[in-house]
Protein backbone atom coordinates (compact mmCIF):
# COMPACT_ATOMS: atom_id res chain seq x y z
CA UNK A 1 0.00 0.00 0.00
CA UNK A 2 1.28 3.60 -1.13
CA UNK A 3 -0.04 6.18 0.55
CA UNK A 4 1.08 9.67 2.01
CA UNK A 5 -0.15 9.16 5.95
CA UNK A 6 1.35 8.76 9.04
CA UNK A 7 -0.52 6.17 11.56
CA UNK A 8 -3.58 4.42 9.46
CA UNK A 9 -5.44 4.46 12.72
CA UNK A 10 -5.37 8.36 12.66
CA UNK A 11 -5.97 9.36 8.85
CA UNK A 12 -9.61 10.98 9.92
CA UNK A 13 -7.94 13.31 13.13
CA UNK A 14 -4.99 14.15 10.61
CA UNK A 15 -7.02 15.67 7.97
CA UNK A 16 -9.39 17.74 9.91
CA UNK A 17 -6.77 19.35 11.62
CA UNK A 18 -5.08 20.04 7.93
CA UNK A 19 -8.32 21.26 6.85
CA UNK A 20 -8.83 23.69 9.80
CA UNK A 21 -5.18 24.84 9.21
CA UNK A 22 -6.11 25.17 5.64
CA UNK A 23 -9.12 27.66 6.21
CA UNK A 24 -9.16 28.73 9.84
CA UNK A 25 -11.15 31.86 9.15
CA UNK A 26 -13.96 30.25 7.87
CA UNK A 27 -14.20 26.47 9.40
CA UNK A 28 -13.29 25.40 12.73
CA UNK A 29 -13.84 22.01 14.55
CA UNK A 30 -15.90 21.19 17.32
CA UNK A 31 -13.59 19.49 20.43
CA UNK A 32 -12.97 16.35 21.15
CA UNK A 33 -15.09 15.83 17.58
CA UNK A 34 -14.81 14.50 14.40
CA UNK A 35 -17.50 17.93 13.60
CA UNK A 36 -16.48 20.46 11.36
CA UNK A 37 -18.37 23.49 11.47
CA UNK A 38 -18.61 27.17 10.13
CA UNK A 39 -16.30 29.67 12.10
CA UNK A 40 -19.31 31.89 12.50
CA UNK A 41 -21.82 29.14 13.32
CA UNK A 42 -24.07 28.51 14.49
CA UNK A 43 -26.24 31.36 12.70
CA UNK A 44 -29.26 32.89 15.05
CA UNK A 45 -32.80 32.24 13.92
CA UNK A 46 -31.27 30.40 9.92
CA UNK A 47 -31.87 26.73 9.64
CA UNK A 48 -28.90 24.88 10.32
CA UNK A 49 -28.09 22.03 7.58
CA UNK A 50 -25.69 19.40 8.60
CA UNK A 51 -24.15 16.68 6.47
CA UNK A 52 -21.74 14.18 6.99
CA UNK A 53 -20.68 10.23 6.55
CA UNK A 54 -17.67 8.29 6.82
CA UNK A 55 -14.39 10.10 5.53
CA UNK A 56 -13.10 8.87 2.61
CA UNK A 57 -15.29 11.03 -0.22
CA UNK A 58 -13.37 14.26 -0.03
CA UNK A 59 -14.06 17.28 -0.61
CA UNK A 60 -17.44 15.49 1.19
CA UNK A 61 -18.77 16.50 3.40
CA UNK A 62 -16.90 19.15 5.00
CA UNK A 63 -16.02 21.18 1.91
CA UNK A 64 -19.42 21.93 1.45
CA UNK A 65 -19.36 23.96 4.71
CA UNK A 66 -19.93 27.69 4.34
CA UNK A 67 -22.44 30.17 2.72
CA UNK A 68 -25.34 28.81 1.07
CA UNK A 69 -24.43 25.43 1.87
CA UNK A 70 -23.73 23.27 5.43
CA UNK A 71 -23.37 24.64 8.48
CA UNK A 72 -21.77 21.77 9.62
CA UNK A 73 -20.33 18.10 8.23
CA UNK A 74 -19.72 15.40 10.87
CA UNK A 75 -16.82 13.44 9.62
CA UNK A 76 -16.93 9.70 10.73
CA UNK A 77 -13.79 6.96 10.44
CA UNK A 78 -13.14 5.59 6.83
CA UNK A 79 -16.08 4.87 4.73
CA UNK A 80 -18.05 4.21 8.25
CA UNK A 81 -20.89 6.19 10.06
CA UNK A 82 -20.41 8.99 12.81
CA UNK A 83 -21.94 7.93 16.16
CA UNK A 84 -24.94 9.44 17.07
CA UNK A 85 -23.23 11.00 19.14
CA UNK A 86 -20.75 12.77 17.30
CA UNK A 87 -24.19 13.45 15.20
CA UNK A 88 -25.82 14.87 17.89
CA UNK A 89 -22.58 17.58 18.11
CA UNK A 90 -23.30 18.18 15.04
CA UNK A 91 -26.52 19.48 15.33
CA UNK A 92 -25.80 21.40 18.19
CA UNK A 93 -23.26 23.19 16.35
CA UNK A 94 -25.65 24.10 13.62
CA UNK A 95 -28.79 24.94 15.23
CA UNK A 96 -29.33 28.56 15.88
CA UNK A 97 -33.16 28.55 16.84
CA UNK A 98 -35.06 27.84 14.16
CA UNK A 99 -34.61 24.17 13.58
CA UNK A 100 -31.64 21.87 12.21
CA UNK A 101 -32.09 19.91 8.48
CA UNK A 102 -30.37 16.58 7.87
CA UNK A 103 -28.68 15.36 4.60
CA UNK A 104 -28.49 11.72 5.10
CA UNK A 105 -27.32 9.60 2.33
CA UNK A 106 -29.08 6.08 2.32
CA UNK A 107 -26.61 3.73 3.97
CA UNK A 108 -27.77 1.63 6.64
CA UNK A 109 -25.87 2.66 9.79
CA UNK A 110 -25.89 6.61 8.13
CA UNK A 111 -29.67 6.20 8.19
CA UNK A 112 -29.56 4.92 11.72
CA UNK A 113 -27.07 6.51 13.96
CA UNK A 114 -28.54 10.04 12.14
CA UNK A 115 -31.99 8.94 13.19
CA UNK A 116 -30.61 8.40 17.10
CA UNK A 117 -29.14 11.73 16.91
CA UNK A 118 -32.15 13.54 15.95
CA UNK A 119 -34.27 11.87 18.75
CA UNK A 120 -31.10 12.63 21.23
CA UNK A 121 -31.81 16.92 20.05
CA UNK A 122 -35.02 16.84 19.97
CA UNK A 123 -35.46 15.48 23.73
CA UNK A 124 -33.43 18.38 23.57
CA UNK A 125 -36.06 20.69 22.42
CA UNK A 126 -34.15 21.06 19.22
CA UNK A 127 -36.24 20.53 15.72
CA UNK A 128 -35.23 18.22 13.45
CA UNK A 129 -35.79 17.50 9.95
CA UNK A 130 -34.31 15.15 7.46
CA UNK A 131 -34.15 13.84 3.65
CA UNK A 132 -32.44 10.70 2.57
CA UNK A 133 -30.56 10.90 -0.82
CA UNK A 134 -30.81 7.71 -2.95
CA UNK A 135 -30.14 8.51 -6.35
CA UNK A 136 -28.07 6.49 -7.74
CA UNK A 137 -29.52 4.04 -10.61
CA UNK A 138 -27.26 1.39 -10.26
CA UNK A 139 -28.84 -1.16 -7.99
CA UNK A 140 -32.16 -1.37 -5.55
CA UNK A 141 -30.35 -2.75 -2.37
CA UNK A 142 -26.81 -3.57 -1.42
CA UNK A 143 -24.07 -4.39 1.51
CA UNK A 144 -24.82 -0.53 2.23
CA UNK A 145 -28.74 -0.31 1.59
CA UNK A 146 -31.80 -1.11 1.90
CA UNK A 147 -33.18 0.59 -1.35
CA UNK A 148 -30.71 2.68 -3.20
CA UNK A 149 -27.62 4.58 -2.43
CA UNK A 150 -26.87 7.86 -1.85
CA UNK A 151 -23.89 9.26 -4.13
CA UNK A 152 -22.62 12.50 -5.61
CA UNK A 153 -26.51 13.70 -5.96
CA UNK A 154 -26.06 14.54 -2.50
CA UNK A 155 -24.33 17.64 -3.75
CA UNK A 156 -27.37 19.24 -5.40
CA UNK A 157 -29.02 18.40 -1.56
CA UNK A 158 -26.17 20.22 -0.20
CA UNK A 159 -26.38 23.26 -2.55
CA UNK A 160 -30.08 23.92 -3.11
CA UNK A 161 -31.11 23.28 0.42
CA UNK A 162 -28.13 25.28 1.72
CA UNK A 163 -29.51 28.12 -0.28
CA UNK A 164 -33.02 28.06 0.40
CA UNK A 165 -31.54 27.69 4.22
CA UNK A 166 -29.67 31.39 3.82
CA UNK A 167 -32.37 33.05 2.25
CA UNK A 168 -34.52 32.83 5.08
CA UNK A 169 -36.30 29.39 4.24
CA UNK A 170 -38.15 27.88 7.31
CA UNK A 171 -37.48 24.32 8.41
CA UNK A 172 -40.45 23.07 6.20
CA UNK A 173 -39.67 25.10 3.45
CA UNK A 174 -36.17 23.34 3.36
CA UNK A 175 -37.31 20.25 3.73
CA UNK A 176 -39.72 20.88 0.69
CA UNK A 177 -36.90 21.60 -1.48
CA UNK A 178 -34.72 19.37 -0.40
CA UNK A 179 -37.37 16.17 -1.00
CA UNK A 180 -37.75 17.89 -4.58
CA UNK A 181 -34.00 17.53 -5.87
CA UNK A 182 -33.88 14.10 -4.08
CA UNK A 183 -37.43 12.90 -6.37
CA UNK A 184 -35.45 14.65 -9.35
CA UNK A 185 -31.43 13.72 -9.51
CA UNK A 186 -29.87 10.35 -10.48
CA UNK A 187 -26.41 9.13 -10.53
CA UNK A 188 -24.74 6.15 -11.67
CA UNK A 189 -20.68 5.44 -11.01
CA UNK A 190 -18.08 3.10 -12.65
CA UNK A 191 -14.60 2.27 -12.03
CA UNK A 192 -10.79 1.48 -13.65
CA UNK A 193 -9.35 0.85 -10.41
CA UNK A 194 -10.67 0.01 -6.88
CA UNK A 195 -9.17 1.81 -4.28
CA UNK A 196 -7.51 0.97 -0.85
CA UNK A 197 -8.93 2.08 2.81
CA UNK A 198 -5.65 2.78 5.09
CA UNK A 199 -6.21 0.51 7.44
CA UNK A 200 -7.59 -2.40 5.32
CA UNK A 201 -3.99 -2.08 3.42
CA UNK A 202 -5.29 -4.03 0.15
CA UNK A 203 -7.95 -3.46 -2.41
CA UNK A 204 -11.76 -3.48 -1.82
CA UNK A 205 -12.02 -5.43 -5.22
CA UNK A 206 -9.33 -6.39 -8.31
CA UNK A 207 -9.67 -5.66 -11.39
CA UNK A 208 -7.22 -7.09 -14.25
CA UNK A 209 -5.37 -4.32 -16.50
CA UNK A 210 -8.02 -4.32 -19.42
CA UNK A 211 -11.49 -4.69 -17.23
CA UNK A 212 -13.51 -2.03 -15.29
CA UNK A 213 -16.82 -1.74 -13.06
CA UNK A 214 -19.93 -0.36 -13.78
CA UNK A 215 -22.54 0.65 -11.16
CA UNK A 216 -19.70 0.98 -8.23
CA UNK A 217 -20.91 2.73 -5.33
CA UNK A 218 -18.30 4.96 -3.24
CA UNK A 219 -17.58 3.06 -0.46
CA UNK A 220 -15.35 0.53 -2.24
CA UNK A 221 -18.40 -1.68 -3.02
CA UNK A 222 -17.77 -3.78 -6.46
CA UNK A 223 -20.81 -2.60 -9.00
CA UNK A 224 -23.23 -4.60 -10.87
CA UNK A 225 -20.68 -5.77 -13.77
CA UNK A 226 -17.50 -6.15 -14.92
CA UNK A 227 -16.83 -5.72 -18.69
CA UNK A 228 -13.34 -4.85 -20.79
CA UNK A 229 -12.69 -0.79 -20.67
CA UNK A 230 -14.29 0.35 -23.74
CA UNK A 231 -13.55 4.65 -24.89
CA UNK A 232 -14.69 7.30 -23.20
CA UNK A 233 -17.91 7.86 -26.01
CA UNK A 234 -18.71 4.27 -24.97
CA UNK A 235 -18.61 5.01 -21.16
CA UNK A 236 -20.69 8.47 -21.00
CA UNK A 237 -23.12 6.50 -23.33
CA UNK A 238 -23.52 3.51 -20.35
CA UNK A 239 -23.84 5.87 -17.46
CA UNK A 240 -25.58 8.68 -19.07
CA UNK A 241 -28.50 6.52 -20.78
CA UNK A 242 -29.02 4.35 -17.63
CA UNK A 243 -29.55 7.77 -15.99
CA UNK A 244 -31.93 8.91 -18.61
CA UNK A 245 -34.01 5.92 -18.32
CA UNK A 246 -34.67 6.32 -15.04
CA UNK A 247 -36.61 9.31 -14.87
CA UNK A 248 -38.92 11.32 -17.22
CA UNK A 249 -37.22 13.50 -19.19
CA UNK A 250 -38.93 15.57 -21.69
CA UNK A 251 -37.25 18.20 -24.89
CA UNK A 252 -36.96 21.46 -23.70
CA UNK A 253 -36.34 20.71 -19.72
CA UNK A 254 -33.57 21.97 -18.16
CA UNK A 255 -30.71 19.72 -16.32
CA UNK A 256 -28.22 20.38 -14.07
CA UNK A 257 -24.66 18.28 -14.75
CA UNK A 258 -22.27 16.73 -12.28
CA UNK A 259 -19.38 14.65 -14.03
CA UNK A 260 -17.92 13.89 -11.15
CA UNK A 261 -14.35 12.30 -9.97
CA UNK A 262 -13.91 9.10 -7.93
CA UNK A 263 -10.51 10.21 -6.96
CA UNK A 264 -7.72 9.70 -8.85
CA UNK A 265 -9.55 10.29 -12.72
CA UNK A 266 -7.43 13.31 -14.44
CA UNK A 267 -9.96 16.33 -15.22
CA UNK A 268 -8.74 15.87 -18.92
CA UNK A 269 -10.55 12.49 -19.23
CA UNK A 270 -13.65 14.15 -17.23
CA UNK A 271 -14.13 16.88 -19.91
CA UNK A 272 -13.83 14.18 -22.53
CA UNK A 273 -16.65 12.44 -21.00
CA UNK A 274 -18.60 15.77 -20.33
CA UNK A 275 -18.06 16.26 -24.48
CA UNK A 276 -20.16 13.23 -24.70
CA UNK A 277 -22.48 13.72 -22.49
CA UNK A 278 -23.22 16.97 -23.63
CA UNK A 279 -23.62 16.01 -27.07
CA UNK A 280 -26.31 12.65 -25.80
CA UNK A 281 -28.55 15.46 -23.76
CA UNK A 282 -28.37 18.34 -26.65
CA UNK A 283 -29.62 15.06 -29.02
CA UNK A 284 -32.63 14.78 -26.49
CA UNK A 285 -33.72 18.05 -26.58
CA UNK A 286 -32.34 19.01 -22.76
CA UNK A 287 -30.75 21.93 -21.54
CA UNK A 288 -28.27 22.56 -20.17
CA UNK A 289 -28.75 24.90 -17.66
CA UNK A 290 -25.10 24.09 -15.53
CA UNK A 291 -22.30 22.05 -15.34
CA UNK A 292 -20.02 21.19 -12.88
CA UNK A 293 -16.85 18.97 -13.79
CA UNK A 294 -14.01 17.80 -11.05
CA UNK A 295 -14.09 15.72 -7.76
CA UNK A 296 -17.23 16.11 -5.90
CA UNK A 297 -18.26 13.27 -4.09
CA UNK A 298 -15.16 10.62 -4.38
CA UNK A 299 -13.95 7.34 -3.47
CA UNK A 300 -10.22 7.77 -1.67
CA UNK A 301 -8.22 6.51 -4.43
CA UNK A 302 -10.55 5.03 -6.87
CA UNK A 303 -10.40 5.93 -10.69
CA UNK A 304 -13.66 6.43 -12.51
CA UNK A 305 -16.38 8.81 -12.65
CA UNK A 306 -19.98 9.11 -12.11
CA UNK A 307 -22.77 11.27 -14.11
CA UNK A 308 -25.40 13.15 -12.38
CA UNK A 309 -28.32 14.88 -13.85
CA UNK A 310 -30.59 17.00 -11.92
CA UNK A 311 -34.11 18.39 -13.38
CA UNK A 312 -34.50 21.51 -12.54
CA UNK A 313 -37.74 23.68 -12.26
CA UNK A 314 -38.34 27.72 -11.63
CA UNK A 315 -37.72 27.15 -7.98
CA UNK A 316 -34.67 25.22 -8.09
CA UNK A 317 -32.70 27.26 -10.44
CA UNK A 318 -32.28 30.78 -8.67
CA UNK A 319 -30.87 28.51 -5.91
CA UNK A 320 -28.56 26.19 -7.74
CA UNK A 321 -27.50 29.39 -9.12
CA UNK A 322 -26.95 31.45 -5.58
CA UNK A 323 -23.95 32.08 -4.15
CA UNK A 324 -21.62 29.96 -2.00
CA UNK A 325 -18.75 30.26 -0.01
CA UNK A 326 -18.24 26.56 0.70
CA UNK A 327 -14.26 25.79 -0.30
CA UNK A 328 -15.04 22.35 -2.79
CA UNK A 329 -18.42 24.64 -4.53
CA UNK A 330 -17.76 28.42 -5.17
CA UNK A 331 -20.30 30.18 -7.35
Known sequence: MKKIVNNPEYVVRDMLEGLIAAHPDALKQIPETTVVARKDAPLQNKVGIVSGG???????????????????????????????DQVFEGIKAADGGAGVFLVIKNYTGDVMNFDMAAELAEAEGIEVEKVIVNDDVAVEDSS????????????????????KAAAGGSLQEVKNIAEKVTANVRSMGMALTPCTVPAAGKPSFVLEDDEMEIGIGIHGEPGIERKRVTSADEIAEELTNKVLEDIEFN??????LIVNGMGATPEMELYILNKKINEILLDRGLNIHKTFVGNYMTSLEMSGCSVTLLKLDEEMKPLLDAESSAPAFRI
Open 251 to 256: RGDDVA
Open 144 to 163: FTTGRRGIAGTIFVHKIAGA
Open 54 to 84: GSGHEPAHAGYIGDGMLDAAVCGEMFTSPTP
